[in-house]
């Protein structure tokens, strides 16, 4: 089995910053992606930030105050937020696209439990 642990959310005035870890354990040959996802109330779940093997993508609401980075070594991936703003606020979700077999090319998606960020005005 494969879990993801995500720490470092909180509560933060606007313009502050904040840094989630995420890090997948259990039957892990390696990670294809990883990246952030979030959802605020009333609002369907969208990506915040993903990194594979070759490039990175943002939503544009966070470009230039968002970075997504990774540990392969330790299976981790960090996004780095600065400048926060009240609409970031919402549950932040991990997601990992792996493999569990160096047997097998097959990948599977991995989500989460979700860590609150709230920023205040």
């Known amino acids: 089995q494969v879990q993801l642990v995500e720490s470092g959310g909180g509560l933060v005035q606007a313009g502050g910053s904040l840094r989630l870890s995420c890090a997948a354990s259990?039957?892990?040959?390696?990670?294809?992606?990883m990246g952030w996802y979030r959802q605020a109330p009333g609002m369907q779940r969208e990506l915040v930030a993903r990194?594979?093997?070759?490039?990175?993508n943002y939503a544009d609401s966070v470009k230039g105050r968002f970075t997504i980075s990774r540990d392969n070594a330790k299976n981790t991936v960090y996004l780095q937020m600065n400048s926060l703003k009240p609409e970031d606020t919402a549950v932040y979700y991990c997601?990992?696209?792996?493999?569990?077999?160096?047997?097998?090319?097959?990948?599977?998606?991995?989500w989460g439990q979700g860590t609150q960020v709230t920023v205040s005005s």
């Open positions: 259990g039957m892990i040959f390696g990670i294809n992606a």
């Open positions: 997601n990992a696209d792996l493999r569990r077999s160096p047997l097998s090319p097959q990948s599977y998606n991995y």
């Open positions: 990194i594979t093997t070759d490039s990175t």
